[in-house]
């Protein structure tokens, strides 16, 4: 996943203890979880399986990005005034790795059967957990969380993680 310019997601304004910007991987994190869950849910008993589950990351990235920044800027706008557009276009900026964190599975669905993978989703939701795990990782890091809470933070992802998988192992998909 990239984000633009190559740093990591920041919001505006003072963090609570007041340096000029903070970290946040939440979109990173949150996309990821998101694209598991597409993954786990989907079944490959259809025509084009990978083309359809590609097409379903992308389309799912871009709908709740959309509903994000739609609640973000709904949620803060003053009574009686206007959208302010430059807030939606910064919100967009900020909530955009939600869309990227389905680059890496959408990518891994497309190489499965070259790599031997076969015709399933098992690659995609490996890498869409990994980099779940990954992002929170790296976001608590960053954030100047100890190796302990970073590896935590980690845990606590992996187990959400597998928690999806068992899911679609119980569903049979």
Do not use: C
């Amino acid at each position: 996943m990239t984000t633009s310019r190559s740093r990591p997601p920041a919001l505006p304004g003072p963090a609570p203890d007041g340096v000029a910007n903070r970290t946040d991987y939440a979109g990173a994190v949150y996309g990821s979880m998101l694209a598991a869950s597409v993954i786990a849910a989907s079944s490959l008993n259809e025509p084009h399986p990978r083309l359809s589950l590609i097409l379903l990351l992308v389309v799912t990235g871009l709908v709740f990005w959309v509903a994000h920044v739609y609640a973000h800027v709904a949620g803060q706008r003053e009574v009686g005034r206007p959208v302010d557009w430059r807030q939606v276009r910064e919100v967009g900026r900020h909530e955009w790795p939600l869309v990227e964190a389905s680059a890496l599975p959408a990518l891994a669905v497309l190489v499965s059967p070259w790599i031997g993978v076969g015709e399933n989703a098992w690659l995609a939701l490996g890498v869409a957990v990994a980099q779940q795990v990954t992002w929170a990782t790296v976001g608590a890091r960053r954030a100047g969380a100890s190796a302990r809470q970073a590896a935590a933070e980690g845990a606590v992802n992996l187990v959400l993680g597998l928690v999806i998988v068992a899911a679609k192992v119980a569903v049979g998909h």
